[in-house]
Nanobody
């Protein structure tokens, strides 16, 4: 059974930072591209960042480039999202996901999902 469990969400003021973590189990972690998505109230879930199995190839939503950094530790089966210079528009539930499609930004390509962690940025 595959499980992805996110942690690290919370309430932060604009300009602040948070680091999200996602712990994976039940899959060959090093074979998967790992992604972060987010869903704000009343909006569709959107791609935020992805990292390929090696950790050397990453991609980002344009609006988070330069502020967010995705990374992974294959030995510990963890993926991280470091979020700096947070803005109120970053408020959403953040989801970790796994896919065998290298570097995918497409939600439909992701096979496994976590339950999400809430990030709230106050102005």
């Amino acid at each position: 059974q595959v499980n992805l469990v996110e942690s690290g969400g919370g309430l932060v003021q604009a300009g602040g930072s948070l680091r999200l973590s996602c712990a994976a189990s039940g899959l060959t972690f090093g074979s998967y591209t790992m992604g972060w998505f987010r869903q704000a109230p009343g909006k569709e879930r959107e791609f935020v960042a992805a990292i390929r199995w090696s950790g050397f190839s990453t991609s980002y939503l344009d609006s988070v480039k330069g502020r967010f950094t995705i990374s992974r530790d294959n030995a510990k089966k963890l993926v991280y999202l470091q979020m700096n210079s947070l803005k109120p528009e970053d408020t959403a539930v953040y989801y970790c996901a796994a896919t065998l499609t290298p570097g995918s930004r497409w939600l439909s390509n992701y096979d496994y999902w976590g339950q999400g962690t809430q990030v709230t940025v106050s102005s």
